[in-house]
């Protein structure tokens, strides 16, 4: 069975940093596309956080993040890491990250194999 994996997540002060990871299980598994890695609060809608195409390594953020997060990927280890910096209390939320099988890496219904997520408490 092939499974992603997401870790990393915690409580921060504003200002902080924290590293996540999505590891994927299984020999089989394949990233096709890339992967993602989006966010929901309670009661809010899934957003999109940012993504990365397995191919090339080139990357897409949401202008929420942009210059604060960055994503990046080990082959070896078939894992995406999302690296937070500057967070926010805005960023509090649920992490989750998923594989990629679409064109438009900020629409969510073109990830499949989500995690189980990480949360991300960001204090103020």
């Known amino acids: 069975q092939v499974q992603l994996v997401e870790s990393g997540g915690g409580l921060v002060q504003a200002g902080g940093s924290l590293r996540l990871s999505c590891a994927a299980s299984?020999?089989?598994?394949?990233?096709?596309?890339?992967r993602g890695w989006f966010r929901q609060a309670p009661g809010k809608e899934r957003e999109f956080v940012a993504a990365?195409?397995?191919?090339?390594?080139?990357?897409d953020y949401a202008d929420s993040v942009k210059g604060r997060f960055t994503i990046s990927r080990d082959i070896a280890k078939n894992t995406v890491y999302l690296q937070m910096n500057s967070l926010k209390p805005e960023d509090t939320a649920v992490y989750y990250c998923g594989r990629r099988f679409g064109l438009d890496a900020r629409d969510s219904n073109v990830y499949d194999y989500w995690g189980q997520g990480t949360q991300v408490t960001v204090s103020s």
């Open positions: 990365i195409r397995w191919s090339d390594s080139s990357t």
């Open positions: 299984g020999r089989a598994f394949s990233n096709l596309l890339g």
